[in-house]
């Protein structure tokens, strides 16, 4: 039973000793017990022998035989779209399916190094090899090389464990980021997440409020990461590193996650950032910059490491030329060089795709006008708004016709415009039937500019996106789980009474109080058997679910009270009570509780029941194809 739930177990989850050996009775294994003493009492001392080999023998079966016997007959991996879910390819079925790809790679992307040749690099080299492997995704594959795994090296003739290449990189990646910080000109319309939308879509929304017609251009780069030339890049790089020398340094961010009153805290996580600055007699986590961070934290303590150290701008530059001019990757038993692109995986791949299409954006789109468009890009994902249609049709062009000088090739299929417009007789896919225009997981309203979540996935499966974990307090596990959810979903920008409206806030609490509770069943029924929450334990849980989202809601509207604690507590039993009517063998009593709760505070919504039944309805659709 413990080996199908091994198999069966998502991504990051993990299954303890303890948990596979509940259920056997140390004293019903013959070969534990002492010849002659079978069936005999044991002492505390002897059932803690049996028990410490019997660890030791499923240690071994899981191994030494279970593991090592998956591992030769399947390829396990997660994919692109399914998020948390493993797949088990056949080892042969794998091979047929990687064998295109992989001669793709072989002929665009990486050249063959000699076995003498590749010893010679490695002896020189800073930052060694690394691994590649291929994410399946909808259709072919994409080559993830992993930056973040420690390598063997010799050391004065021993064997030992060094750093990771991203580890080795942190230096050079906390010197990028402060020449960021200090003149962030090169980087363009460049956006670090998806946060960065609220600012720049509430500043246009207030510059256009005249009312006039908005076109939207969304153009998507094709293989990003791999078509960026490395000269061009570098070139690029090395005027952004403006300080012939740097200082830099980490420091600790320490923070309590299982609290459950104001002065309980059951597990600490600790964080190392690192940050730098030119090196001038400053420190660089100096009481002004500590103050700085702490001002976007809450709860989190804050030590410096001391470890400062001095880098060149030379040095930088020389490792940014080993990892991107001259990266060296293991295919099977073969080094292969990198010869056309930068690496996935790399804690320095945004940053320098930010600079790299920065550059580009001032070449060749300075004809966009700031008072008339905006133009957003996340990575490589391109959005123009523009009240202009003649700046929206030559944007598509430019896009469209490609770049040599910068390795840009556009996706056509995944393009897509609000009106009709055709490049070079090819129609350009249109949003019809649709107010909110997709965008990096997000829908913008083409009217109104309002925010909303785009929840439309190619993976319906909650479960899948779960990580459930074992722990001797599955209760506070549970909670702490369910509460990280719908925090994670308060995005400022979709609560913004002051961008969206209402009735839109009210659909998005709606939306986020849904997917909470849906996730909220699937942890109660993934914790195992013997794990069953009571009906006040969910009921106490969802009345904390408002009172988070309340003060969530507040704080994003710089405390204006616009959804008071009642009015959430409708949306909250509305959304939930949708959810568990169709589990309701198990919630019974919480369902009688929440509709009495939805029917009590209905009147304090302040918007006509019909307009509530029409977001209901429309909430209902969005999630209509979920299952959980």
């Given at each position: 039973?413990?080996?199908?739930?091994?198999?069966q177990?998502r991504?990051f989850?993990?299954?303890?000793?303890?948990?596979?050996v509940?259920?056997?009775?140390?004293?019903?294994?013959?070969w534990?017990?002492?010849?002659?003493?079978?069936?005999?009492r044991?002492?505390?001392?002897?059932?803690?022998?049996?028990?410490?080999?019997?660890?030791?023998f499923?240690?071994?079966?899981?191994?030494?035989?279970?593991?090592?016997?998956?591992r030769?007959?399947?390829?396990?991996t997660?994919?692109?779209?399914?998020?948390?879910?493993?797949?088990?390819?056949?080892?042969d079925?794998?091979?047929?399916?990687?064998e295109?790809s992989?001669?793709?790679?072989?002929?665009?992307?990486?050249?063959?190094?000699?076995?003498?040749?590749?010893?010679?690099?490695?002896?020189?080299?800073?930052?060694?090899?690394?691994?590649?492997?291929?994410?399946?995704k909808?259709?072919g594959?994409?080559?993830i090389?992993?930056?973040?795994?420690?390598?063997?090296?010799i050391?004065?003739?021993?064997?030992?464990?060094?750093?990771?290449?991203?580890?080795q990189?942190?230096?050079?990646?906390?010197?990028?980021?402060?020449?960021?910080?200090?003149?962030?000109?090169?980087?363009?319309s460049a956006?670090?997440?998806?946060a960065?939308?609220?600012?720049?879509?509430?500043?246009?929304?207030?510059?256009?409020?005249q009312?006039?017609p908005?076109f939207?251009v969304k153009?998507?780069?094709?293989?990003?990461?791999?078509s960026?030339?490395?000269?061009?890049?570098?070139?690029?790089?090395?005027?952004?590193?403006?300080?012939?020398?740097?200082?830099?340094?980490?420091?600790?961010?320490i923070?309590?996650?299982?609290?459950?009153?104001?002065?309980?805290?059951?597990?600490?996580r600790?964080?190392?950032?690192?940050s730098?600055?030119?090196a001038?007699?400053?420190?660089?986590?100096?009481?002004?910059?500590?103050?700085?961070?702490?001002?976007?934290k809450?709860?989190?303590?804050?030590?410096?490491?001391g470890?400062?150290?001095?880098?060149?701008k030379?040095?930088?530059?020389k490792?940014?030329?080993?990892?991107?001019?001259?990266?060296?990757?293991?295919?099977?038993?073969?080094?292969?060089?990198?010869?056309?692109?930068?690496?996935?995986?790399?804690?320095?791949?945004?940053?320098?795709?930010?600079?790299?299409f920065?550059?580009?954006?001032?070449d060749e789109?300075?004809?966009?006008?700031?008072?008339s468009?905006?133009l957003?890009?996340?990575?490589?994902?391109?959005?123009l708004?523009?009240?202009?249609?003649?700046?929206?049709k030559?944007?598509?062009?430019?896009?469209?016709?490609?770049n040599?000088?910068?390795?840009?090739v556009?996706?056509?299929?995944?393009?897509?415009?609000?009106f009709?417009?055709?490049?070079?007789g090819?129609?350009?896919?249109r949003?019809?039937?649709?107010r909110f225009?997709?965008?990096?997981?997000?829908?913008?309203?083409?009217?109104?500019l309002?925010?909303?979540?785009?929840r439309?996935?190619t993976?319906?499966?909650?479960?899948?996106?779960?990580t459930?974990?074992?722990?001797?307090?599955?209760?506070?596990?549970?909670?702490r789980?369910?509460?990280?959810?719908?925090?994670?979903?308060?995005?400022?920008?979709?609560l913004?009474?002051?961008?969206?409206?209402?009735?839109?806030v009210?659909l998005?609490?709606?939306?986020?109080?849904?997917?909470?509770?849906?996730?909220?069943?699937?942890?109660i029924?993934r914790?195992g058997r013997g794990?069953?929450?009571?009906?006040?334990?969910?009921?106490?849980?969802i009345?904390?679910?408002?009172?988070v989202s309340?003060?969530?809601?507040?704080?994003?509207?710089?405390?204006?009270r616009?959804?008071?604690?009642?009015?959430?507590?409708?949306?909250?039993?509305a959304?939930c009570e949708?959810v568990?009517s169709?589990?309701?063998?198990?919630?019974?009593?919480?369902?009688?509780w929440?509709?009495?709760?939805?029917?009590?505070?209905e009147?304090?919504?302040?918007?006509?029941?019909?307009?509530?039944?029409?977001?209901?309805?429309?909430?209902?659709?969005?999630?209509?194809?979920?299952?959980?």
């Amino acid at each position: 039973m413990r080996v199908d739930e091994f198999v069966q177990m998502r991504r990051f989850e993990s299954m303890t000793l303890h948990k596979v050996v509940q259920g056997l009775r140390v004293k019903s294994i013959p070969w534990l017990c002492p010849p002659g003493k079978e069936g005999s009492r044991l002492s505390k001392s002897d059932h803690s022998k049996r028990l410490e080999l019997l660890y030791e023998f499923i240690y071994y079966v899981f191994d030494s035989l279970l593991i090592p016997l998956i591992r030769a007959n399947f390829y396990v991996t997660e994919s692109s779209a399914h998020r948390n879910r493993l797949f088990y390819f056949r080892q042969d079925a794998w091979r047929k399916l990687s064998e295109p790809s992989l001669t793709g790679l072989k002929v665009s992307m990486y050249s063959n190094i000699k076995p003498h040749q590749a010893r010679q690099k490695l002896q020189g080299r800073t930052l060694g090899y690394s691994h590649i492997r291929l994410l399946p995704k909808d259709h072919g594959a994409r080559p993830i090389t992993n930056l973040r795994r420690r390598q063997w090296k010799i050391v004065s003739g021993r064997r030992i464990l060094g750093t990771s290449i991203n580890t080795q990189l942190s230096p050079l990646f906390s010197v990028l980021n402060y020449e960021r910080g200090q003149d962030p000109a090169p980087l363009g319309s460049a956006m670090f997440s998806v946060a960065d939308l609220h600012s720049r879509i509430s500043k246009f929304q207030n510059a256009n409020s005249q009312g006039s017609p908005l076109f939207f251009v969304k153009v998507d780069i094709q293989s990003c990461f791999d078509s960026i030339p490395q000269d061009q890049l570098l070139v690029i790089a090395r005027r952004v590193l403006s300080n012939p020398l740097y200082r830099t340094t980490r420091h600790t961010e320490i923070k309590c996650l299982d609290g459950i009153g104001k002065n309980d805290c059951n597990s600490l996580r600790r964080r190392y950032i690192g940050s730098a600055r030119s090196a001038d007699d400053t420190a660089v986590f100096s009481e002004l910059a500590a103050n700085a961070v702490a001002d976007r934290k809450r709860k989190v303590v804050f030590a410096d490491t001391g470890n400062q150290r001095l880098v060149s701008k030379s040095a930088m530059l020389k490792l940014l030329y080993e990892h991107v001019g001259d990266n060296i990757v293991k295919m099977g038993k073969k080094h292969m060089r990198q010869i056309k692109g930068i690496p996935q995986g790399s804690v320095l791949s945004s940053l320098l795709c930010s600079y790299f299409f920065g550059a580009f954006e001032r070449d060749e789109l300075g004809f966009l006008k700031a008072d008339s468009s905006m133009l957003l890009r996340l990575i490589d994902d391109f959005l123009l708004i523009t009240s202009d249609a003649q700046i929206a049709k030559r944007f598509l062009e430019v896009m469209s016709g490609g770049n040599k000088k910068y390795g840009i090739v556009v996706n056509a299929e995944k393009s897509l415009v609000n009106f009709d417009v055709s490049i070079n007789g090819h129609k350009i896919p249109r949003l019809s039937g649709e107010r909110f225009f997709p965008y990096c997981g997000m829908g913008i309203d083409t009217k109104t500019l309002e925010l909303q979540k785009h929840r439309e996935k190619t993976d319906a499966y909650v479960n899948n996106t779960l990580t459930v974990e074992t722990s001797s307090r599955p209760g506070t596990t549970l909670r702490r789980k369910v509460l990280a959810s719908l925090k994670l979903q308060m995005h400022a920008m979709l609560l913004d009474m002051s961008l969206n409206s209402r009735k839109q806030v009210i659909l998005t609490l709606l939306g986020n109080f849904t997917e909470t509770a849906m996730k909220m069943h699937q942890y109660i029924v993934r914790m195992g058997r013997g794990v069953h929450s009571s009906q006040m334990f969910v009921r106490t849980l969802i009345e904390e679910l408002v009172t988070v989202s309340t003060k969530i809601c507040w704080v994003k509207n710089n405390c204006q009270r616009d959804i008071t604690r009642a009015q959430m507590c409708w949306i909250a039993a509305a959304a939930c009570e949708g959810v568990l009517s169709r589990k309701q063998s198990r919630y019974k009593d919480v369902l009688i509780w929440l509709r009495s709760l939805r029917e009590s505070t209905e009147d304090q919504m302040k918007v006509e029941r019909k307009v509530l039944s029409t977001l209901l309805e429309e909430n209902k659709r969005t999630f209509h194809g979920y299952t959980y």
